[in-house]
């Protein structure tokens, strides 16, 4: 079973306007980390947020806010007030305890995010 | 500046001639890790050290090695590269703190003929 899953491929933006890209996890791990990361054409991953599993209020880092909704196991990534600049591919990745490294990231497929004028 | 810095950026070579990716950080981390990136599959672990002299294989790590004999460096190796490890080459690092995010070298686009 996929650990990280991203539904959508692709999604279009106008700028200015807010979006929420899409992330659901499998994990059996009480203790465990998301992270979303930026890869814009370039080619470098930049990362954007983190939120831990026993986080009580969801995360916020600038115009990047995660919709932390751990029961039904979703970490969705929320931009407010797109930027044309924000186009890029979206990776949403889990870090379990359990795992045989510790500090391993399992990365979802992505979504490309593209912002309209 | 702290960063993670990987040498080449850009790889063409052939069938079975050994290769070395270089990558070195600056920030003592003790957490180093290959991805390899492909297209509809995000990035997959190839090898990871937890500190010198120890490493560990990762999700996919047949066709590959690597050592740890440095803190800092942490170089990918492969001794006869076939065309199905063409691909987009991250190493990572970070320290062993539990909300410590790892931070990405620039990557390196290997094409194998």
């Known amino acids: 079973a996929q650990k990280i899953t991203q539904t959508q491929p692709g999604m279009f933006v106008q700028e200015k306007e807010a979006v929420t890209l899409d992330c659901t996890y499998d994990t059996s791990d009480p203790s465990y980390g998301l992270f979303w990361y930026k890869q814009p054409s370039s080619g470098e991953m930049i990362f954007l947020i983190y939120?831990?599993?026993?986080?009580?209020q969801n995360a916020t880092e600038g115009r990047y806010s995660l919709n932390f909704q751990k029961a039904r196991k979703s970490a969705n990534l929320v931009i407010s007030a797109s930027q044309l600049g924000d186009s890029a591919m979206y990776f949403c990745?889990?870090?379990?305890?359990?795992?045989?490294?510790?500090?391993?990231?399992?990365f979802g497929s992505g979504t490309q995010l593209t912002v309209l004028p | 500046e702290a960063q993670v810095t990987q040498n080449p950026r850009y790889l063409i070579t052939v069938t079975g001639k050994k290769l070395t990716v270089t990558c070195s950080q600056n920030?003592?981390?003790?957490?180093m890790s290959w991805y390899r990136q492909d297209p509809g599959l995000g990035l997959r672990q190839i090898y990871y050290?937890?500190?010198?002299?120890?490493?560990d294989k990762g999700d996919v790590p047949e066709g590959y090695k690597v050592s740890r004999k440095e803190k800092r460096n942490f170089p990918l190796i492969l001794e006869s590269p076939s065309p199905n490890q063409t691909s987009l080459y991250f190493c990572?690092?970070?320290?062993?703190?539990?909300?410590?995010?790892?931070?990405f070298g620039p990557g390196t686009r290997l094409l194998v003929l």
């Open positions: 990572a690092s970070s320290g062993l703190a539990g909300r410590e995010t790892q931070y």
């Open positions: 939120q831990g599993s026993y986080d009580q």
């Open positions: 920030m003592n981390h003790e957490y």
């Open positions: 050290s937890m500190n010198v002299e120890v490493t």
């Open positions: 990745a889990m870090r379990e305890a359990i795992s045989g490294s510790a500090r391993q990231l399992t």
